[in-house]
Nanobody
């Protein structure tokens, strides 16, 4: 069973940056594509970015394109979400997730089977 742990959330002013990390504690990290999601109060969970198992391809939702960058280091069993130019509307609980298998479609929310516990990001105006 795959277990994921997010870290790096916190409080930041608008225009600031944060880097979230997603570490795998069980499983072989390079077997899975990784995605980052968020859920704000009263809203549905949305996929923000995804990256293939090798790191060779990635995609971004329009809401974060040009501001957020997803990456991974398979040697360190960790994925990252670098968030720049943060806005108050980015306030949410952020989750990382791993695909069901190596070739799961990293662009599709339904491909993700394993989830971290989430980390809160709050952006003040």
């Amino acid at each position: 069973q795959v277990q994921l742990v997010e870290s790096g959330g916190g409080l930041v002013q608008a225009g600031g940056s944060l880097r979230l990390s997603c570490a795998i504690s069980k499983g072989t990290f390079s077997n899975y594509p990784v995605g980052w999601f968020r859920q704000a109060p009263g809203k549905e969970r949305e996929i923000l970015a995804g990256i293939t198992w090798s790191g060779g391809s990635s995609f971004y939702a329009d809401s974060v394109k040009g501001r957020f960058t997803i990456s991974r280091d398979n040697a360190r069993n960790t994925a990252y979400l670098q968030m720049n130019s943060l806005k108050p509307e980015d306030t949410a609980v952020y989750y990382c997730a791993a695909g069901a298998h190596r070739y799961s479609d990293y662009r599709e929310s339904r491909s993700y089977a394993y989830w971290g516990q989430g980390t809160q990001v709050t952006v003040s105006s």
